[in-house]
């Protein structure tokens, strides 16, 4: 089956507004924006990272590791790198703790269980609200936590909490070797497969990310070091797979099951006007239901980087409908797309579809390129899953146009392989992922853009059948935390936090209630 291109010349009379939408977009492609718009939240988290690294300890070091108390003079410093956005909410641990090796976790644990005093962990900290930021207590920040042991064989690995996405890709790469890890390069492996994790190719590798855990090493509330897996401790085993920020421990390394690296990686993209993000919805809608096998699918709902004030309001902002697909030779990927882009309503996209191979490690290091036009700054973000993504046509495209920033972006992601396993607590899902993101840069546009952010979650409610725990903000809205989770598995894991965290030494979910 060929490739169904149109040609404009063929296409109905343009708008002013798609012309200028075309120009620029012309322009954009030159730029790279196909590798652009494989991205869901691109950060330059590296700057977190470097600060990090700098803390100097305090000089009084109470717990293993590094510290630094409240009041101190490098407080601050140690409170603002923690969040690898440019935004940190208000709310001051009593201390913070960054040990340097997972040995040291237990004693940490173990001492604040006898001064009472209750643990956030942070376990790579990519979580937008920040939920390992709470008012008083301590903080245990696991990031110098990032090595990397792969088995002989290539097919199995143990890897620390803190190790990016990146870094476990390259460490693996020589095993032949693969792994659904974020879409952003500077997503730590802790945090992301904790709460779910929704990474490259995640519909083909095990349906979700933490499916992939094989095994665990855990700190429970009396200091123990335990070895949790189908077979050891598996009520725990289930819960570390999705509790996200609720589980009743803190988790100090994770065993991962290696898929075998593709031999092609290959992606294209369709690029709509905003106006007919109707007929791109469709697309990747009809996309989905002919469930591609190797492929995965998104669209990036984002601001045209070559808008001016002059520019329509039709042509400032884009959907781009994209594919890639991950098989074993270039003919197969070829083959794959070419299905997909005889779509005919590729016929009405701005530009020629293209095919580009491409490399795992490759996209995500274009993940971080600040030229691509998500960029950094400040975050916020909320998501849902829903079966309507067709209904909500005119809302997202009401809602972008209404975004305060040009950097706020809409992500939306199929889910082709809903079998999720009832071995895990990650239980709640739907036909497709939609995650609103505003970013913007200052601090005197906070308030407009979590306003916008609050509007925009009250638009979104209405299509949505549940949440996805990594991507929530439970301090602003306390009763999503319940939304990510069946209601037997919500029972289950309040149970299991009763059981092993009775006295209630670990901050749960950032919410008002646990019921």
Known sequence: MGVNLVSCSNREKKTSAESSFESAVGVWRRRGFLSAAATLAATLSPLSRALNSDLSPSTQPLYPGRSVLRGDD???????????????????????????????????????????????????????????????????????????????????????????????????????AAFPVAH????????????????????????????????????????????????????LFWALKGAGMGFPGVVTRLKLKLHAKPQSVMETAAIFPIGKLNLAIELLGDWANANPPDTELMMLLANNPMATSETPPEARKMAIARAVTYTQSEANSRSLLERLAAHPNTAHAVAPIEFKPTTLQSMSIESVNPSMGLGFGRYAVDTIWTDQLRDMSDVLRERILQAPSSKTHFVISPKINQKISDTSAFSRIGQTFV???????????????????????????????????????????????????????????????????????????PSKSMS
């Open 184 to 235: 952003c390069a500077t997503v730590p492996m802790g945090g992301f497969l904790m709460g779910g994790g929704i990474g490259y190719n995640h519909d083909n590798w095990g349906a979700i990310g933490c499916e992939n855990i094989v095994a665990a090493e855990v700190v429970i509330p009396n200091g123990q070091v335990l070895t949790v897996s189908a077979e050891e401790q598996p009520d």
């Open 74 to 176: 490098d407080y601050e410093r140690w409170r603002l790198a923690m969040a690898w956005q440019l935004y940190t909410a208000p709310r001051y641990p009593d201390v913070i703790v960054r040990p340097d090796h997972r040995d040291q976790v237990s004693d940490i644990v173990k001492q604040c269980a006898r001064e009472r005093r209750k643990i956030a962990v942070k376990s790579g900290g990519h979580n937008v609200s920040e939920a390992f930021l709470r008012e008083g207590g301590l903080l245990l920040d696991l990031g110098e936590l990032q090595t990397l042991s792969v088995s002989d064989d290539g097919k199995t690995a143990w890897v620390d909490p803190a190790i990016w996405s990146y870094e476990l890709l390259r460490g693996i790469d020589p095993f032949g």
């Open 435 to 509: 995650g609103a993101y505003t970013v913007w840069d200052e601090g005197t546009h906070d308030a407009s853009n979590f306003g916008w952010l609050g509007d925009t979650r009250q638009a979104l409610q209405p299509f949505s059948k549940g949440q996805y725990i990594n991507e929530v903000d439970a301090f602003n809205d306390p009763s999503a935390p319940r939304r990510c989770f069946s209601d037997s598995a919500w029972v289950r894991l309040n149970q299991l936090r009763e059981l092993y965290d009775s006295e209630g030494l670990f901050h749960g979910w």
